[in-house]
Every structure is written in C-alpha cells, then in structure tokens.
T-cell receptor, first 111, second 114 residues
C-alpha cells in the first residue's frame, strides 16, 4: 500500500520557470514531511522539510506548501535553473519512525 | 568525514550467484537502512537496523539477508541472485530517535543480474 503518492512522474520546465511537484498522503499520523533531491549517480540528500503545524516553508528558491485538511503538500522551485535538474522525492514520517518515500519526480530544466 | 560509504560501486552477477554489499558510516548514527531504487518505484526499504544488534524487515525483504556487524557497518547479502534483483542499492544512516530522522545516503551500488 503506497502511503505517499507523488506526481508528476517527470517534468520539463524552462529556465526561469516555476517547477511544481505534488504529493498526497493517507496516514494522518505523519508529522514530518521532508523532500529529498537526487542528482544522477548520487544518493538522495535532504533538501527541505516541513511540519504540519505550518502551511508554508521557504528556503531560498525552494518552498513547501502544506494543506493539512487535504492531506497534500507540494514543492515549488522558483526561477528554476539547469542545476536543479534532478529527481525529487517527497517523504513522510511519524515520530522518529521509518521514512515513507513517494515514487519520485524527474525534473529537467531546459535553457 | 566520509559520511556513508558503499562497496562495490558496480557489480554484474549471473543468476544464482551470491554477493554481499558493504556499507559503513562514520557519523556515529544508531540506525542504518538498505533501499533499492527502481524506475517508477521510488526508494523501497529492504531491511533496516534501528540500533546495533537489531534488524527488521522493510517493504521488500524477500531474497535478501542483512548483518549489523557493529555500529558502523551494515551489510546486505544476496544468497542466490535473480534478474528481478537488478537495481541500484542505497545504504543510509540516521539518528532514528530524532523526530526528523534525516537520513544520509551513500553513493549507491548498481547491480545487474544476468
């Protein structure tokens, strides 16, 4: 049973555009929602994370929007750059348990 | 600090052969994990070790065994490799007791089973 659903599977955005990746979860016990970024040939690395008591968190060009009632959260990448081309995974966790990952979104930022 | 290291980086096996993937971390983390990554499937947890001396099954444990050798090292063994085990394998470590459970990943092992 997939507890975190992620879309789209792939995304192409022009340089300077906004990239948006969406995730939905089912388990209301989740209390921490990280996003991981993975470059080709590398392992994933934590990018940004949010707790459900806030609706938005921004770090530079990366913003997480969180809708607790809809059980959805999304990653927005503003002013997307070719260096942002990577695979992005949303994830969810409850109280220091195991991470549950989404299926990933392959982002390509074109010139 | 090297973080999480994995060996080998690449491996080709024939069906039925066995091998062990090695993982070590130097961050003094209590918890370690093995994942496999397949196209369109994301990261799926094979086994994890919440602390030294304990191991538990994850989402896809069949065909694999693990050993938590000490606090630093966590190995994954394929006793009789099958083509369905062709994948990229990642080891990770974390401090599970922290609510964030931020996981630090190794560079991966790309395994092909013919």
């Amino acid at each position: 049973q997939q507890q975190v659903k992620q879309s789209p599977q792939s995304l192409i955005v022009q340089k300077g555009g906004i990239s948006i990746i969406n995730c939905a979860y089912e388990n209301t016990a989740f209390d921490y929602f990280p996003w991981y970024q993975q470059f080709p040939g590398k392992g994933p690395a934590l990018l940004i994370a949010i707790r459900p008591d806030v609706s938005e968190k921004k770090e530079g060009r990366f913003t997480i929007s969180f809708n607790k009632s809809a059980k959805q959260f999304s990653l927005h990448i503003m002013d997307s750059q070719p260096g942002d081309s990577a695979t992005y995974f949303c994830a969810a966790i409850w109280t220091a348990s195991k991470l549950t990952f989404g299926t990933g979104t392959r982002l390509q930022v074109t010139l | 600090n090297a973080g999480v290291t994995q060996t080998p980086k690449f491996q080709v096996l024939k069906t039925g052969q066995s091998m062990t993937l090695q993982c070590a971390q130097d961050m003094n983390h209590n918890s370690m994990y093995w994942y496999r990554q397949d196209p369109g499937m994301g990261l799926r947890l094979i086994y994890y070790s919440a602390s030294e001396g304990t191991t538990d099954k994850g989402e896809v444990p069949n065909g694999y065994n693990v050993s938590r050798l000490n606090k630093r090292e966590f190995s994954l063994r394929l006793e009789s490799a099958a083509p369905s085990q062709t994948s990229v394998y990642f080891c990770a470590s974390s401090e599970l007791r922290l609510s964030s459970n931020e996981q630090f990943f190794g560079p991966g092992t790309r395994l092909t089973v013919l």
